[in-house]
């Protein structure tokens, strides 16, 4: 649900295979009847962006039939814990949550109710009406099979099917996963929709154990690497938080961002935090720096404001932006509502974009509908390095650092990412150092050793392996630790031996045991499974500390130690310690730890009052929605979400409930393209393959219509339209929403103008072997993103399809 | 030798199509310019340089929802080929292995092959004028390695392996899966080096034949009139030479006598 791993992510689907051939059951829950449905045993069709409607009847049928894993439930995850009296939920206060001020959540009644000593109170009877469990019941009541299939549009015997089989699951020592993608990110309630499913696998005891576990398929090879080491606004490698201005110093830092609990068995991990934020520092800035002075050169955010794609894209539009690097992306196609993205671009004065292949970014200047004579954007292209050009790792969905080595030399003048950094990072800092400028510092005083040195200070090219040591830590002066004694220079074995003192450096945390005195882990390649349950230690490494399944203190049973699954159990005690996985922080049987050590309580969350937009997953219409109502409450759209339609110009229209747009329409991918295509559209095979822009539509909508099979279309939205070839098909059917019979259509987002057939080539333009046709599904999209994370709504937006020429 | 087989799996396929284009990058066969006609399938059909194809089709599952089915379609390197054996210049042959593989070098373009194929797969380039087909990467299992393809599949929905072997797996899946499920190729043409499993009855498969043979015409020419026709010829022959020992070469002696008595006058 929420992915479609048979088309976009056939090696995992490999192992899927396996454990079909080994008895497991697939179930496929998609608007449209995709190549995994086609393999299913079970398959449901659901209304994109009603995904917490559906998975709400999931945890009422839970409920209400008792399926929990009830030992599980009660000893590790908040499901007994007793919440604030006034909380007040969706269900009897005009479908929001309590604290609901101006668009944001004061979430001070979002909180649990604690004795004397701070220690939060339960019931382990899971009875009161008050504890977690009893308010979770109360708010999934409302989650009846009657309005979930007048809101899915899944028929009632479909939901049914889909629950009775997985709720098998919570059978002790039966498991069940899920594997979701940006079928549930890219909403409004995105985080929310995830946050359901979490709460399912909670229920039914299936977090921590062999087959378990909530498995996003990350949308790209690497994108985990780029999270894991901060490629977004709000966050510094291995996840610490970007400093806000209103804390000015490192302790000030690390006080707000350390949770304290009260809980007397929790391990709360997180309380090392100053540990982790000290030896970043000393990554960046080695001695060059106090711990103090390298905090102050850290990037700041602003209090109250987000800095995210969105953001960015919405300020370079108003013409806030002079310069953008556009690095290894093609926002023109990749970013929300393409018209906009295209249009801020115009707006700057330079671009430096970096990329393999020739982009509709690179030029978005002389693209369809621009005038290049009224554009004064100077664009830089400069070449890169592909993957297999360069050596360096790659962490995939299931945290593993696999090593890559170089195949091939990039060819001309082409230079893996880290090259061009260092060259722009020389020069910088030159500038700096002549002109000086507001905490020139902050650059001057990086340490950046990562390579021979030569006689001019500089190092003469990249060594990646001097990065990734520095990603894992050294010993900044001879120390001793756990009794033991490290000389300086000595890689740290672990994050365990990591200290707030200064005295070490790592570059991220997490990585912290992935190249150490042993050597390169991330580069072993042992083929042997020891655990018998597919964990494959020997092979790479795996954040963290080689640990392959976290959280795997939920797979013993609390009091005896014993794994719930005896067949396949993660760890074991043997009398005197874990074998097995390598253990997650867990002490020794009936100890009473709760296993959640990320956590400052311990325990899963049932009750999340860590999210922007609520505590409980509540369904809400995506921001364009073909339904006038919200069938569940009087609140249509989420209501914590940035709004940018509502202050925002022409190009951030929306168009809801809009006779002019009556059909819902999502966007996905093919096999045979990746991501906008920039790498895939250039390849005479693949373009063979997938030439051209498509919408999928059902044998209903396209009679309706008036349109055939392979018949050219337009499909627009309110913000754009692209031309594209119409595939009837009935693996889509019309939804019956309350009655209404409502659309649905779906389009991929792989392609661009730049190789298609149409555009104007000059002198010193390469063309395609293989032209494909059509331009970027994102031209339709919507500018809002979800409520925690920003990500945009692509999959789920109003449109409408006319044959070409109508 | 012992005899390789090529397993497809049809219940194991999820139409990424790693398989058509793994045999592309192998055998470096050229891209050309495609339409989507309405379908993911694409080049529409087997050509001289798509050497295997994912056909996709849907049929109704009987209960008001629908069946997406994908089949991986290349030569079947039959036992008794018919190509083989009509190919006048031997560009068509068996290997050790059972594979039929193809010498392009050899070809005359004669397309004799393509309408004998009972599974339609030779394809004529007219530029080159010759034929092309999938010669199971001979290149490859020469050399102790799988086909293309096969390496490629994500799933295993294409195994390579020993005759026996293979044949042993299909009729397994064939019993696990039930219903309408059966191995196909080995009763036909004398069996065939790929052998699929298919869930469904071959009949409701696009362009699979269920009932695969070689053509009556060319055993008839080939396995009765041809040898007759030699026969024949041979007889023609043999008729000549003892008409010719028996009596003679043609006796005009006659007519000559007459002209040279009646030349003198």
């Known amino acids: ?806 | 030798m012992t005899e390789k087989v090529k397993l497809y799996d049809l219940s194991k396929c999820t139409g990424c199509r790693a398989c058509q284009l793994a045999c592309k990058q192998w055998n470096q066969l050229p891209a050309k310019q495609t339409h989507n006609m309405g379908t993911y399938q694409n080049p529409p059909d087997l050509q001289p340089n798509t050497w295997n194809l994912i056909r996709f089709q849907e049929v109704s599952d009987g209960n008001g929802g629908v069946k997406w089915m994908f089949r991986h379609d290349a030569c079947m390197h039959c036992t008794d080929a018919a190509c083989v054996r009509v190919c006048p210049s031997g560009a068509l042959s068996h290997t050790k292995y059972g594979t039929v593989a193809f010498d392009q070098a050899k070809c005359i373009g004669c397309k004799e092959c393509i309408s004998a194929c009972p599974f339609e797969v030779p394809r004529y380039d007219p530029e080159k004028d010759k034929i092309a087909k999938c010669d199971m990467c001979f290149s490859r299992i020469d050399n102790g390695l799988e086909p293309a393809c096969v390496k490629a599949c994500p799933t295993g929905a294409l195994r390579f392996g020993d005759k026996d072997e293979m044949l042993e797996l299909a009729y397994k899946r064939a019993k696990e899966l039930g219903g309408d499920a059966s191995v196909y190729g080995d009763k036909f043409v004398g069996g065939t080096h790929m052998i699929y499993v298919l869930p469904e009855k071959a009949g409701v498969y696009d362009r699979l034949p269920e009932n695969p043979r070689v053509p009556l015409s060319i055993i008839a020419w080939k396995d009765w009139l041809k040898p007759l026709s030699l026969l024949a010829a041979g007889g023609v022959l043999a008729g000549s030479l003892f008409h010719y020992i028996i009596h003679g070469p043609k006796d005009t002696g006659g007519d000559d006598d007459q002209a040279s008595q009646e030349g003198g006058k």
């Open chain 1, 1 to 806: 649900m929420g992915s479609n791993a048979a088309s976009n992510h056939p090696i995992s689907f490999k192992y899927v295979t396996k454990a079909m051939d080994n008895g497991a059951k697939l179930i496929s829950v998609d608007p449209r009847f995709t190549q995994t449905s086609s393999k299913a045993d079970i398959y449901a069709a659901l209304r994109s962006g009603t995904d917490i409607a559906f998975l709400g009847g999931m945890i009422k049928y839970i409920l209400d039939n008792n399926l929990i894993q009830e030992k599980y439930v009660k000893y590790y995850t908040n499901a007994p814990f007793m919440v604030n009296p006034d909380f007040k939920m969706p269900g009897e206060n005009d479908g929001v949550f309590s604290g609901l001020m101006d668009g944001k959540y004061d979430k001070s009644t979002w909180s649990f109710q604690t004795d004397a000593n701070g220690v939060v109170k339960k019931d382990m009877s899971l009875k009161n009406p008050n504890c977690v469990y009893q308010l979770l019941k109360k708010h999934y009541s409302r989650y009846n099979l009657d309005v979930v299939s007048r809101i899915t549009g899944t028929p009632k015997e479909d939901l049914l099917r889909v629950y009775k089989e997985y709720t098998k699951t919570g059978e002790v020592g039966k498991a069940g996963t899920i594997m979701y993608a940006m079928g549930w990110t890219q909403h409004t309630v995105g985080v929310q929709n995830i946050r359901t499913m979490a709460m399912i696998q909670l229920l039914l005891g299936n977090m921590g154990v062999a087959g378990g576990g909530v498995n996003a398929l990350r949308g790209e090879s690497n994108v985990q690497g780029s999270t894991d080491h901060c490629l977004l606004f709000h966050i510094l490698p291995g996840y610490l938080k970007t400093p806000k201005a209103s804390l000015p110093t490192l302790a000030a830092y690390n006080s707000k961002y350390t949770p304290k609990t009260k809980e007397p068995k929790s391990l709360n991990w997180w309380k090392n935090y100053a540990k982790y934020s000290a030896s970043l520092i000393r990554a960046h800035y080695g001695m060059n720096a106090t711990l103090e002075e390298g905090y102050g050169y850290l990037p700041r955010l602003d209090d109250g404001k987000t800095y995210s794609w969105l953001d960015i894209f919405n300020e370079m539009y108003k013409g806030k932006f002079t310069g953008f690097f556009s690095w290894g992306q093609n926002p023109a196609c990749s970013g929300a509502s393409s018209n906009k993205t295209r249009q801020a671009m115009t707006k700057l004065d330079w671009m430096v974009n970096v990329n393999i292949f020739d982009s509709e970014t690179g030029n978005f200047w002389r693209g369809p509908g621009m005038d290049p004579t009224k554009i004064k954007t100077e664009v830089f292209s400069l070449p890169c390095a592909a993957s297999i050009e360069k050596e360096g790792s790659i962490t995939n969905s299931g945290r593993w650092m696999q090593w890559r080595y170089k195949a091939v030399n990039p060819p001309g003048d082409a230079m893996p990412d880290g090259e061009i950094i260092t060259k722009l990072f020389y020069k910088i800092k030159e500038l700096y150092e002549k002109e000086g400028g507001p905490l020139a510092e902050a650059i001057t005083k990086m340490t950046w050793d990562y390579g021979p040195m030569g006689a001019d200070g500089k190092i003469r090219h990249l060594d990646t392996h001097m990065i990734a040591k520095e990603i894992n830590g050294y010993f900044l002066e001879d120390k001793i630790v756990k009794g033991k004694l490290f000389k300086k220079g000595t890689l740290v074995p672990s994050f365990v031996y990591l200290q707030d003192d200064g005295s070490t450096s790592s570059g991220n945390w997490l990585y912290c045991n992935s190249y150490t005195e042993k050597g390169n882990m991330a580069a072993r390649r042992g083929k042997k499974d020891k655990s018998g349950i597919g964990l494959y230690s020997e092979w790479a490494w795996c954040w963290p500390v080689n640990r392959r399944i976290i959280y795997n203190g939920a797979s013993v049973d609390p009091i005896s130690g014993k794994p719930w699954d005896k067949e396949h159990p993660v760890i074991m005690w043997n009398g005197s310690k874990w074998v097995g996985d390598v253990p997650d922080g867990v002490a020794a049987p009936g100890s009473g730890r709760p296993p959640f050590i990320m956590k400052p309580h311990g325990v899963g969350s049932i009750f999340g009052p860590g999210r922007a937009d609520g505590p409980f997953p509540e369904h809400y219409e995506p921001l364009e929605c073909p339904v006038e109502k919200n069938l569940m409450s009087p609140q249509c759209v989420n209501p914590a979400i940035k709004r940018f339609d509502v202050d925002g110009t022409d190009v951030d229209k929306r168009a809801t409930c809009d006779p002019r747009f009556p059909f819902v329409c999502s966007t996905y991918r093919v096999s045979e393209h990746w991501q906008t295509g920039v790498m895939t559209r250039w390849c005479p095979w693949l373009a063979e393959m997938q030439p051209d822009m498509f919408v999928e539509m059902s044998v209903e909508l396209a009679r309706l219509k008036g349109i055939k099979n392979g018949e050219r279309v337009i499909v627009k939205s309110i913000r754009g339209e692209v031309e594209v070839v119409a595939i009837v098909t009935n693996r889509f059917k019309p939804f019956s929403i309350n009655g209404s019979v409502v659309h649905q259509v779906g389009i991929p987002w792989h392609f661009g103008w730049v190789t298609t057939a149409m555009r104007k080539f000059v002198h010193g333009d390469k063309k395609p072997e293989v032209f494909t046709s059509g331009d970027a599904a994102n031209l339709l999209t919507p500018f809002i993103g979800d409520a925690n994370t920003m990500i945009p709504e692509s999959k789920a937006f109003m449109v409408n399809v006319e044959r070409k020429g109508v």
